[in-house]
């Protein structure tokens, strides 16, 4: 069974370390499919922006440039990579069905 095997479980105990560690500050996650959602884009790299700040990261644009600079770099980048996808194909992960959930059930 490949979810037994020594490389999967090494990325399984890299996972629960990471998770696990006592300094390390999770302040936000960002889901992927977010950044590059017209509706929820710029309220995601707002917030963003926001949490850097208050983390002490300077963050060299107002609030009001947040949108224009999402659109130009992120959603036109997101744009491009579908295209890409599209003309090539999409990604296929290196990994199963089954090891994603058995790998899931084990870090509940």
């Known amino acids: 069974n490949s979810t037994h095997s020594p490389l999967f479980q ?14 390390y500050h999770v302040a936000m996650y960002l889901a992927h499919e977010e950044w590059a959602d017209e509706t929820k884009g710029v309220a995601l790299v707002t917030k963003f922006a926001r949490v850097l700040r208050e983390e002490g990261f300077p963050v060299q644009y ?4 947040l949108a224009c600079l999402w659109h130009k770099n992120i959603l036109q980048s997101a744009i491009q990579m579908r295209k890409k996808h599209e003309d090539e194909g999409r990604y296929v992960p290196d990994y199963t069905e089954q090891q994603k959930n058995f790998l899931a059930a084990e870090l509940r």
């Not at 090494?10 to 300094?23: A, S």
């Open 10 to 23: 090494e990325w399984k105990e890299f996972i629960l370390e990471w998770r696990n560690m006592d300094n």
């Open 62 to 65: 107002h609030t009001d440039d």
